[in-house]
């Protein structure tokens, strides 16, 4: 015989439901709430009453009383500290709906944690502390939750009980909340007081705030209508595996991320605008006549067209965008800031692109009065509106229009963290309008013209390591075998194509990623191209690697300990560095970040910069791209 949690789950997969999360301030008391809502609604079952009661006593903050936070409390720290850290989903059924609640933290470090919970609701349960009113954090989760598509809003001014139930107080919280809201696109907002901790309209009315007239939290859950609009949306299909146990058998496998498809409906792929038709569709059950949001699905196609992972299926005359450029909101939840210019991994659903770009970061926004802030960067829980560049056309909805197929994540290239959630706005520009003009005469032409091979010779270190000289000698050696050769050096660029980039990092990064662009024209017109550059992001160096071929990029580290070069300091700048009179100085009180596997590593002790230069020489005859001297 099945369980009574069984039973209750087979019913209530049967049933409408209602995916929530809970937010607000720290000890706004948003555990308490749903520990609340799941002992009212009898979810807690005995034997876990028994363990919270024990909890309580060791880790409680209500004295003798059960404390309902620690239910979905569940780390050792969060108790400890009596803190929400990590998102805690919870999943509770009543005779009239199924409800799934996402309990998120309060603190701002956390609020990564609150955007990935948000990601997924119809609704916020916004708490505020009837003692406390209105806070910072309040309208930095009301901001997110409006960014990330929540368009229903309770606010649960909590703790009604801690300011004896005063309808002013009340009055007054939900007319700053209501005022601070007016631009955030909420359909609805309806405030309630409550104590969550005694149970205060939270299942049942209470008698202390006779003066409230509105539902109590439960009944407003429960009759709030909420239909999900994914099956009447357009159809939209992410490739997430392409299905080929024997050669007689090719299907696509994913999720139908939005409206409906039929067996013989024709499809198209969204990038390439190859048109076919759906020939079967396959689940482990057998086959489907239609497929509908929601359903995980093999789509057979009837012809042999290109499809892989990441490409994305919809109906020929209901196309989603598809661009290499697009402007988005972006929320950053990494330590270290989003340097724009810097190169990420973008994740568009099941699209993945190695070589994204936030190209420009328009503005920041101030999460207290939404005014648009220049910035140059965005630091940790930051929301800024930014440009977005990959590598590919990449095909996508705006959130608005579609939030399975608008959003995006970004992660850093070197460590694997998720560092920023986007949602895309529109696209900047379609990615069949700008195309590359083939040339009759090209590199190859251009380069045997020249007898030599063209590259890109990079060389990088700390200011004073000796860069610029030994670069200066490999061109002056180069010249006199008659090679054309070109010597971009990082003072020189900053008195005209640089003179408007200063030293912070995110200068740095636009100008390492200007000189790179200018070093490839350079090399596609044949010529041998120098670059003396401290460049001390290895992003930035691995960026201008990957412009050309393989073969065509030299990296050079000029290996001076810190101590030598600060002796020799030619333009003073250490002194001035270590005095606090020059800022963001490499070495100092800015990074450098040393090549990992550099193709050439000259440490310089006891080495003159001829002795250096001919060792350098050396490795581009071995690779052939000088001849013999």
Avoid at 497 to 505: I, P, S, Y
Avoid at 523 to 539: E, K, N, T, W
Wanted: hydrophobic share 40%.
């Amino acid at each position: 015989m099945p369980s009574k949690a069984t039973t209750e789950l087979v019913q209530a997969g049967t049933k409408d439901q209602l995916r929530f999360i809970t937010c607000g301030s720290v000890d706004d008391g948003k555990s308490t709430l749903i520990g609340r809502l799941l002992h009212d609604s009898k979810m807690i079952y005995e034997d876990q009453l028994t363990a919270l009661a024990r909890d309580s006593a060791k880790h409680g903050t209500t004295g003798n009383d059960i404390d309902f936070a620690l239910v979905v409390d569940g780390l050792e720290a969060e108790r400890e500290q009596g803190i929400t850290i990590d998102v805690a989903y919870r999943f509770f059924t009543t005779l009239r709906r199924s409800f799934m609640v996402a309990d998120t933290p309060g603190h701002e470090q956390y609020t990564r944690n609150m955007a990935t919970g948000a990601s997924n609701a119809q609704l916020a349960i916004i708490l505020i502390d009837a003692r406390k009113g209105v806070l910072v954090q309040t309208k930095r989760h009301s901001f997110i939750c409006s960014l990330l598509g929540i368009r229903h809003v309770v606010l649960a001014v909590n703790k009604i009980d801690l300011v004896n139930c005063k309808k002013d107080v009340f009055d007054r919280i939900v007319g700053d909340y209501v005022a601070f809201a007016a631009g955030l696109g909420f359909t609805s907002i309806v405030p309630i007081p409550i104590s969550a901790r005694y149970g205060d309209n939270v299942i049942n009315r209470s008698g202390n705030t006779q003066w409230y007239q509105g539902p109590c939290l439960l009944d407003y859950l429960e009759s709030i209508d909420i239909q999900s609009d994914t099956a009447s949306q357009t159809f939209r299909f992410p490739v997430q595996w392409v299905n080929r146990p024997n050669l007689d058998f090719r299907g696509y496998a994913g999720s139908v991320a939005s409206g409906s498809i039929s067996a013989g409906d024709e499809i198209v792929v969204a990038a390439s605008g190859r048109t076919t038709r759906v020939k079967r569709i396959v689940t482990q059950n057998g086959d489907l006549t239609r497929a509908e949001a929601g359903d995980a699905v093999t789509i057979v196609v009837e012809d042999e067209i290109d499809i892989s992972r990441g490409d994305l299926l919809a109906r020929p005359t209901e196309r989603p965008e598809v661009a290499d450029q697009f402007a988005a909101h972006l929320i950053w939840m990494d330590k270290e800031p989003l340097v724009a210019g810097r190169k990420y991994i973008l994740r568009i659903g099941t699209q993945t692109f190695a070589a994204g770009t936030i190209t420009a970061i328009k503005y920041r926004i101030d999460v207290n009065t939404r005014e648009h802030l220049a910035a140059r960067t965005l630091s940790l829980n930051e929301i800024g509106f930014c440009n977005v560049a990959t590598a590919l056309p990449a095909a996508f909805d705006p959130y608005e229009v579609n939030r399975k197929t608008g959003s995006f994540i970004v992660v850093d290239r070197y460590t694997n963290r998720t560092v920023g959630a986007g949602m895309i706005a529109f696209p900047l520009r379609r990615a069949t309008n700008i195309a590359w003009q083939p040339l009759s005469v090209g590199k190859r032409e251009r380069a045997a013209l020249k007898d030599q091979k063209p590259c890109i010779i990079w060389f990088t270190g700390l200011s004073g390591a000796g860069k610029s000289t030994i670069a200066n000698v490999v061109d002056q050696k180069l010249f006199a075998m008659s090679r054309h050769t070109m010597l971009l050096d990082g003072d020189n660029v900053r008195h005209g194509l640089n003179r408007d980039l200063g030293f912070t990092e995110a200068d740095r990064v636009e100008n390492i990623r200007r000189v790179g662009e200018v070093a490839k024209l350079m090399a596609d017109s044949g010529l041998i191209v120098i670059c003396s550059f401290i460049s001390p992001y290895r992003a930035e160096r691995d960026m201008v690697r990957s412009l050309v071929a393989k073969e065509e990029f030299i990296e050079v580290f000029v290996d001076t300990p810190i101590e030598e070069c600060a002796r020799r300091d030619p333009k003073g700048l250490y002194s001035k560095a270590k005095s606090g009179k020059l800022k963001n100085f490499t070495g100092i009180d800015a990074p450098y970040e040393m090549p990992i596997s550099p193709e050439i590593h000259l440490r310089t002790m006891g080495q003159t910069p001829e002795q250096l230069a001919e060792a350098v020489l050396d490795v581009l005859m071995a690779r052939a791209i000088v001849g013999d001297r």
